[in-house]
């Protein structure tokens, strides 16, 4: 039985962590099975060359993972009833569909096993883990009544958030959006715990099963997820570099009477592309005349250079609704997003959200003000915008020398939405290079139509890691042949 340490710690990995992982690998390869006494805390640690406290603690943690019991008097055993291992658990699930949830589901369920070119996050090292982990501390520090500098007015960190959400992070939000034109007092504000979240509700709010909702073509997939699970008619309208093709926006306005349209002004997802002026104006033109209500997904906000033109500052929020999150560049793990809309519709939402969720979640609003009033989140979106921009740069220059084709170069954001070389399928494309640990994002998991089997949607940050081209390049010969 192996009894020492991973010779090639983690960067940051304490020793406790590392007795864990020592621990669970035994259990995992059944080198030690279930129902076995472990070595005593004295032997372990003598074993291992650490204190005894370090074991102590390593024990107790694994505890209460469930993976270990402890028995009074007589030391610590391995767990019964383990799940049988299983090989095909360790690796991508290859016979998936390539639907709405394929790619979410493969780069969620990997961990940071594989390479995610296709996946809709940033890497973790982009992420400003030392704001947050200084703005933990200063939360940790305040004893609730606000002494820690972090402009609240204290912070209780076992209650429950107001449903209407923190006063404080919602006048800051009003200030936010008041730069890109939405004005949006405080009290048409109301946060939620994501934008996935925030258009739930939005569909609890105003759709009943068998309305109709459109959304453009091709578009965020989870957007056709969600509907679907709201049991709703689905219609779409293709999408150009300017926005939805405005004769066939029409067409469907008049021929499906949709209640809801749900688009991305700014950085659609997936096409990088920005909603022009004009064609702002006549979508909500048509909008008025066909009393359609409009959500507007802002959640990239933050990674524009200048802000492009929002229908919710035409409209004044009065049929459309603009909701955003920090989960792009802040943090995905603490969960925090926000709808404005009228007050009427606010009012009804915040009673909705008593009904479905109770309160809000008071730590991670909290964690999101703190970082938010600090300086270094605006150095951290300026130096995430230039990093972007290089990326683009670069990975729009690899793919185009392997054969892909970017449908615009976008102006700003993660997206490069590419052509595929004559007539290959972006799902055969896709599955292939999975096999060799890439995950990618087949163009029709963004079409509701299935109309871009020949794209594939690209996360320049995500992108550049050398060893992905030549897998890519590899998995389009053979899909090919």
């Given at each position: 039985m192996a009894t020492s340490l991973d010779p090639n710690p983690q960067p940051g990995e304490t020793l406790v962590a590392r007795v864990m992982k020592m621990v669970r690998k035994q259990i995992a390869?059944?080198?030690?099975?279930?129902?076995?006494?472990?070595?005593s805390i004295r032997r372990q640690a003598d074993a291992l060359g650490v204190s005894r406290s370090t074991v102590v603690d390593a024990y107790d943690r694994l505890v209460a993972e469930g993976l270990i019991v402890s028995r009074r008097g007589s030391g610590f055993y391995v767990a019964g009833h383990l799940p049988p291992f299983s090989l095909s658990e360790a690796g991508p699930r290859l016979e998936r569909d390539v639907d709405p949830l394929w790619i979410a589901r493969q780069s969620l369920?990997?961990?940071?096993?594989?390479?995610?070119?296709?996946?809709?996050?940033?890497?973790?090292?982009?992420?400003?883990?030392?704001?947050?982990?200084?703005?933990?501390?200063?939360?940790?520090?305040d004893p609730g009544?606000?002494?820690?500098?972090?402009?609240?007015?204290?912070?209780?960190?076992?209650?429950?958030?107001?449903?209407?959400?923190?006063?404080?992070?919602?006048?800051?939000?009003?200030?936010?959006?008041?730069?890109?034109?939405?004005?949006?007092?405080?009290?048409q504000i109301m946060l939620t715990e994501s934008g996935t979240q925030a258009i739930d509700l939005l569909c609890r709010f105003l759709l009943s099963p068998g309305d109709t909702v459109l959304v453009d073509d091709p578009c965020y997939f989870?957007?056709?997820?969600?509907?679907?699970?709201?049991?709703?008619?689905?219609?779409?309208?293709?999408?150009?570099?300017?926005?939805?093709?405005?004769?066939l926006f029409a067409h469907c306005l008049t021929n499906h009477a949709p209640r809801l349209y749900i688009t991305n002004s700014a950085l659609h997802n997936p096409t990088g592309a920005t909603l022009a002026p004009v064609v702002a104006h006549r979508v909500l033109k048509l909008a008025d005349a066909h009393d359609l209500v409009i959500i507007e997904d802002?959640?990239?906000?933050?990674?524009?250079?200048q802000p492009a033109p929002r229908l919710a500052a035409f409209d004044g929020l009065d049929r459309v609704i603009h909701i955003g999150s920090f989960s792009k560049t802040l943090s995905a793990a603490f969960r925090s997003g926000f709808i404005a809309a009228r007050q009427d519709w606010i009012d009804e939402l915040v009673d909705l959200r008593v009904a479905t969720s109770f309160g809000g979640g008071s730590l991670a609003v909290?964690?999101?003000?703190?970082?938010?009033?600090d300086g270094a989140y605006r150095r951290h979106?300026?130096?995430?915008?230039?990093?972007?921009?290089?990326?683009?740069?670069?990975?729009?220059?690899?793919?185009?020398?392997?054969?892909?084709t970017p449908w615009i170069e976008p102006g700003a954001g993660m997206f490069l939405w590419c052509r595929l070389p004559g007539d290959l399928d972006a799902a055969d494309v896709a599955r292939l290079a999975l096999a060799e640990g890439v995950i990618l994002a087949p163009g029709n998991a963004f079409s509701l139509n299935q109309a871009a089997s020949g794209f594939l949607r690209f996360n320049v940050a995500q992108s550049l890691d050398p060893a992905i081209m030549p897998v890519l390049e590899r998995a389009m010969l053979q899909a090919g042949a």
């Open positions: 390869s059944r080198e030690t099975a279930p129902g076995v006494r472990l070595p369920d990997s961990g940071d096993n594989l390479l995610k070119p296709g996946c809709g996050w940033l890497p973790p090292s982009w992420m400003p883990q030392a704001e947050i982990r200084r703005a933990l501390r200063q939360l940790a520090r009544n606000g002494t820690a500098g972090n402009g609240m007015a204290g912070h209780n960190l076992t209650d429950y958030g107001t449903p209407h959400g923190l006063p404080e992070l919602r006048q800051l939000l009003s200030r936010r959006l008041a730069d890109r034109g939405v004005q949006a007092p405080p009290s989870n957007f056709h997820a969600m509907l679907r699970a709201h049991r709703v008619k689905v219609v779409s309208v293709p999408y150009t570099p300017d926005g939805p093709d405005l004769a802002d959640i990239f906000a933050d990674f524009e250079h909290a964690l999101v003000l703190a970082v938010l009033s979106t300026s130096s995430l915008r230039n990093r972007l921009a290089e990326a683009m740069e670069t990975v729009s220059a690899r793919l185009r020398a392997i054969g892909l």
